[in-house]
């Protein structure tokens, strides 16, 4: 918006260079505008500043202990996922925006429970269940069925939504 005014985006039209100002200084006014509403409405991308993330709730239960997560994997009649995230992990925000928040992947993961280890803070509960399960960091995602790990689909690193859906146990 500093930059349109700036450029003088209100004034009128003197020759074809103040036009071609003109013009390049209403499409950065127009940005600013839509930069600013985004981010008044919870947006935090400067590229995408219509995507409201924030708004979106997480379907995750973030475990905090060893007994909560032995707890609900032990409660969990069906399939558990387990995700290994951290805030300062860039692919593990990457797979939040483009693979968990996704329709198809959320369709296909109706019939799990979706457990998450926020590794934000790294404590020692992380570094226990990362030991636990030979979690080497973040982003890694494991697999339960009636309290084991499934160890052949434990996936590790970023993974496009298409690959991850192939890689849910059990769905067709």
Request: charge should be positive; proline fraction near 3%.
């Amino acid at each position: 918006i500093v930059s349109a005014l700036w450029m003088h985006v209100l004034l009128p039209f003197k020759n074809i260079f103040s036009h071609l100002r003109k013009i390049v200084s209403a499409i950065l006014l127009a940005y600013g505008l839509i930069v600013i509403t985004g981010a008044a409405m919870g947006g935090t991308d400067l590229f995408h500043p219509w995507e409201f993330s924030s708004t979106k709730k997480s379907s995750f239960i973030v475990v905090k202990n060893m007994l909560q997560f032995d707890n609900e994997l032990m409660r969990a009649k069906k399939l558990v996922l387990l995700d290994f995230y951290a805030d300062w992990c860039t692919a593990c925000v990457e797979m939040d925006k483009a693979v968990f928040s996704r329709s198809d992947v959320q369709d296909a993961l109706k019939n799990v429970v979706l457990l998450r280890d926020d590794m934000t803070a790294y404590n020692e509960f992380d570094r226990a269940l990362m030991q636990r399960y030979q979690v080497i960091a973040p982003p890694t995602i494991l697999f339960f069925t009636q309290g084991k790990e499934i160890s052949s689909a434990k996936i590790v690193g970023e993974i496009s939504a298409e690959k991850f859906i192939l890689r849910i146990p059990g769905h067709p």
